[in-house]
């Protein structure tokens, strides 16, 4: 891919995760679209970047991820727009990549998971403040729902590769 080209790939990129981070954060909820042109962009992109062999290792390591993430839905570890756009994200890291990326994503998951425990242990200190703060009032609404928008994490180790993939 032409230098132009690959930063046409790159913003695109950027964008998709940049948007699944944020609708699953403030919707619970990443739209399948996101997933679906994550794919789509990743075709023509390994098309004229990669060799046959090494595009058939980067979608082997999508279907490996696709098969462990769905256990984890099955197990209700994890909501099934996570498990689409982990594949998605994962199918551009190929074999190199990906255990980075489940380290990085696992790290970032801890935090944020550890983040809502807290707000959730200490949210009757914050609710009177939470009021006039909208974004504190929303965490301490999920911390207290229990949920995790694992999104956020998994979309923080997509945009930390995105060096990595796109060779900048």
């Not at 994550?38 to 046959?52: G, H, K, Q």
Request: with cysteine; charged share 10%.
């Amino acid at each position: 891919v032409q230098a132009a080209s690959m930063y046409v790939y790159l913003v695109l990129y950027v964008l998709c995760i940049c948007y699944a981070m944020w609708t699953d954060l403030t919707r619970l909820l990443i739209p399948n679209l996101v997933s679906i042109v994550l794919l789509a962009l990743f075709v023509p992109f390994a098309v004229f970047s990669f060799e046959p062999m090494l595009i058939l290792q980067h979608v082997g390591v999508a279907l490996a991820v696709f098969v462990v993430t769905v256990t984890f839905y099955a197990l209700g570890w994890m909501g099934a727009g996570d498990v689409k756009f982990m594949t998605a994200a994962s199918v551009w890291m190929g074999p190199s990549l990906i255990l980075n990326i489940i380290v990085h994503m696992g790290l970032l998951g801890a935090i944020f998971a550890v983040f809502i425990l807290l707000t959730r242990k200490y949210a009757d200190l914050w609710r009177g403040v939470a009021v006039r703060v909208p974004p504190l009032e929303y965490i301490i609404a999920l911390a207290d729902k229990r949920r995790v928008p694992y999104g956020v994490p998994i979309g923080g180790a997509a945009l930390w590769a995105a060096p990595k993939v796109f060779m900048l």
